[in-house]
């Protein structure tokens, strides 16, 4: 059965045994990065019921480019992109958006994260492309998720720094802290 949008791929409880195949395409143009990605997809088969399979006829299908910046689109389409463009090889941050193309948010994201974090609004950094307000909004809690009763992880590979989008970076050390990944 085909589906239209990726997000309607993945049900939102998994209790059948049942397994989930995400086709993909990986540019050329990273495949002096191909391992590392490969490895972190092993990675999410290792802990979950979803497998990485590369794209043959499928029409939809992650494909993952090397644009500008680590980032992925498209959770609500049928063709959803990562981008792992310069300065995103490392193993942690191929992971990272990888978990976001299967559904995951941001640990400051999530519904009970004033449980755990607190976001200083008013040292949030507001210049275009960076840190706007709106990545800092809590998804709603969608009943039965399981996601909302983890406890957050500040060790999480989708829990960003703790400065980053602020207006503290002013010493060099916490640029760099904030900038590795």
């Not at 980032?71 to 941050?93: A, D, H, K, V």
């Not at 948010?105 to 200083?120: C, F, G």
Request: with cysteine; proline share 3%; glycine share 8%.
């Amino acid at each position: 059965m085909a589906t239209r949008r990726w997000s309607q791929r993945f049900p939102r409880e998994v209790d059948n045994g049942e397994t989930y195949t995400i086709y993909y395409t990986i540019d050329r143009s990273l495949n002096f990065n191909r391992r590392r990605i490969e490895e972190a997809m092993e990675e999410i088969e290792s802990h979950s019921r979803i497998i990485f399979e590369p794209r043959r006829q499928q029409r939809c299908f992650l494909k993952i480019t090397k644009d500008n910046g680590c980032w992925f689109q498209g959770l609500n389409e049928c063709r959803p992109r990562i981008s792992l463009g310069m300065g995103c090889s490392e193993y942690g941050t191929i992971l990272h958006e990888l978990l976001h193309a299967i559904g995951f948010p941001h640990e400051h994201n999530r519904p009970d994260r004033s449980n755990y974090i607190v976001i200083n609004w008013r040292n949030i950094k507001y210049e275009i492309g960076i840190a706007p307000i709106s990545s800092y909004q809590k998804y709603l809690a969608v009943s039965g998720r399981s996601e909302t009763t983890l406890l957050l992880g500040s060790g999480s590979v989708l829990a960003h720094e703790s400065l980053l989008g602020t207006g503290n970076l002013t010493h060099d050390s916490y640029k760099e802290k904030a900038a590795a990944r």
